[in-house]
């Protein structure tokens, strides 16, 4: 703990990078030879999605492919709601990110001639999925980007550092609270940088890995930073079935060569499907969630269209199947669907710049606006690649800022999501409702105010999707409401939240209203109650 309440330095000048996951190491990377600390609460390679990443990463580089069709894909996907001008720099941005992991040492796989091989995915329109060693595109990536970090003398990694805490003065970052196993300090800094992945570690079944609960941000919101498209959140349809937490991804790359979805009577469910298993994820996940609703159990049955080839395509699903007692070749696979990635982030423009001065995001914790309402497969790779690029391109031509002063706040407690799962997965999973996500409020507000408990913060981004999916009354994308089962034009628009208006809406929504006009005597007390919140 900080044996000073008042610890008074000058502000560094070392822009601070917290993740070590994909988006974190390429900013890192590419800011070189600028110093810059890293800081990551696992070991760099471990637990981080990054590493996990299996299918691919998405990028128009095969003959038949360019970036206007895979603009298109990535459009239609979500469903509305994607930034078209941050989409097309994105999908224009593909081939130029291959290239660049190529140049980190990245081993993709290579056909017999020599050239990438591309894989399929649902609902791109052509082979566009690069990948290395089959499923193990994520492990590789990060292979070859960690020792590339490792062998650039400007990057410090501080590996089992958490953030706890940013601490603002006017609206600028003037530091960051962190906690090791030997306690916790308060590092000055004017620059900050939150490359803390996703959130499906706070749902019960999720293919994230368990630290994956959205402190990037928890960390964003208490300083004042804006959050966006919160209640969007993206089921895989095909998780490994087990009693495991989190569970085993079966890539889509599966269903992507052929691989059938049926019950356990062997029927296939999909047919009718436009698309059929290579509909969009949330349609899948939907058709998979109600057959398992109805008591059937579901199966990816890979046996007849990949059958004694599926260890070399897919080493990573088999081992995991193996480890379950299952043989893909012979069997079906148990599957369910468990929450995978988040759409929603922290507020970001077209440069990574959040809200507050010297406050950048990028990867899945950036709400940049490519994904909309759904993510388009193997995007989310892209992204954090070219979005940190975007942000160091930006820190680079800052400076470090003026001495200031840094107060601690003493709040450093680990955060725990435990108590939120449950609350989160019954209200914002695949199907949702209106009382569903109005118990969720109120269950989890309370939960959020208790200021230094492990559940806070948890509880703060759970309840910022329960409120974001409440007043979404409309289906779209990853977001669907049994209640309000069609999309309305009229709601196509991308909700900006901060703190005070979430607690403000829950405050709201709790007390039985869903009428937005601020009362001032309501308003000011929120402002009160978050004031003491605060501390
Ligand atoms: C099983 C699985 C398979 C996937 N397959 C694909 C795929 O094939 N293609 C694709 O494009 N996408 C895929 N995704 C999504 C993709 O992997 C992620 O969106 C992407 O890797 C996110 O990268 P990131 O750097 O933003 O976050 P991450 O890789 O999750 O890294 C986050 C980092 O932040 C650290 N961290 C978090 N909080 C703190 C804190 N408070 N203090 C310090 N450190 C902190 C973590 O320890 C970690 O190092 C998959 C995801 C999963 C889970």
């Known amino acids: 703990m900080l044996s000073e309440p008042l610890v008074r330095r000058d502000v560094g000048r070392v822009p601070i990078i917290v993740g070590g996951g994909v988006a974190g190491l390429m900013t890192a990377l590419r800011l070189a030879p600028m110093p810059v600390m890293v800081l990551t609460k696992a070991p760099l390679q471990s637990e981080a999605s990054s590493v996990w990443a299996q299918g691919g990463i998405a990028a128009a580089v095969g003959p038949d492919d360019n970036p ?104 600028a970052i003037i530091g960051v609270l962190m906690a090791s196993h030997s306690g916790t300090v308060l590092v000055p800094t004017s620059r900050v940088v939150l490359a803390t992945g996703g959130v499906g570690g706070l749902f019960q079944h999720t293919t994230n890995p368990r630290g994956s609960v959205g402190q990037g941000l928890a960390l964003a919101a208490r300083a004042g930073a804006a959050l966006v498209d919160m209640e969007f959140v993206q089921f895989h349809p095909t998780a490994l079935s087990t009693r495991g ?109 959040t809200a507050i001065s010297g406050l950048w995001a990028c990867g899945e914790v950036a709400g940049t606006g490519l994904h909309g309402a759904n993510r388009l497969a193997s995007n989310s790779l892209l992204e954090a690649v070219v979005s940190a690029g975007w942000v160091a391109d930006d820190l680079a031509g800052t400076s470090g800022g003026r001495n200031r002063p840094v107060a601690a706040t003493g709040d450093s407690t680990v955060a725990d999501p435990e108590l939120v799962r449950p609350i989160l997965s019954r209200a914002a999973g695949v199907l949702r409702e209106h009382d569903d996500l109005a ?65 403000y809406a829950a405050d709201a929504i709790r007390a039985g209203s869903h009428h937005h006009a601020a009362s001032e005597a309501k308003q000011k007390h929120v402002a009160r109650r978050e004031q003491d919140w605060r501390g």
Not at 93 to 111: Q, S
Not at 143 to 157: D, E, F, H, N, Q
Not at 280 to 294: F, G, K, Y
Not at 452 to 466: E, F, K, M, R, W
Request: proline fraction near 5%; hydrophobic fraction near 45%.
């Open 68 to 171: 206007a069709l895979h603009l298109a894909d990535t459009l239609a996907a979500g469903a509305g709601l994607c930034d078209v001008d941050v989409a097309r720099r994105i999908t224009m941005a593909g081939p130029a990110a291959i290239e660049a992991l190529l140049g980190y040492g990245v081993r993709f796989d290579r056909g017999a001639g020599g050239s990438l091989q591309l894989g399929m995915e649902a609902a791109h329109s052509r082979r566009r999925i690069v990948h290395a060693t089959g499923d193990g595109t994520g492990k590789e990536i990060m292979r070859a980007l960690a020792k590339a970090v490792r062998a650039t003398p400007s990057i410090t990694v501080l590996e089992g550092f958490e953030a706890r805490r940013l601490l603002t003065a006017d609206s």
């Open 245 to 353: 937490h989190p569970l085993t991804l079966v890539t889509e790359a599966v269903r992507g060569e052929g691989a059938a979805l049926i019950d356990e009577t062997g029927a296939r469910f999909m047919d009718d499907i436009p698309g059929k298993e290579l509909a969009p994820r949330d349609v899948v996940a939907r058709a998979v969630w109600r057959r398992l609703s109805e008591g059937h159990r579901v199966y990816l049955d890979a046996r007849a269209a990949i059958g004694g080839e599926f260890s070399r395509h897919f080493p990573v699903v088999a081992a995991a199947c193996a480890a379950a007692g299952i043989d893909p070749v012979t069997q079906p696979i148990p599957v369910t669907p468990a929450a995978h990635y988040h759409m929603g982030g922290i507020a970001v423009d077209s440069r990574g710049r």
């Open 439 to 503: 118990a969720a409020v109120t269950t989890l507000l309370p939960l959020v105010l208790s200021a230094g408990s492990a559940t806070a913060d948890p509880a703060l981004v759970g309840l910022c999707i329960v409120v974001a999916a409440l007043l979404r009354q409309e289906s779209r994308g990853g977001h669907y409401r049994t209640d309000f089962p069609q999309s309305v034009e009229a709601h196509c628009n991308r909700r900006i939240m901060t703190l005070d208006s979430v607690l």
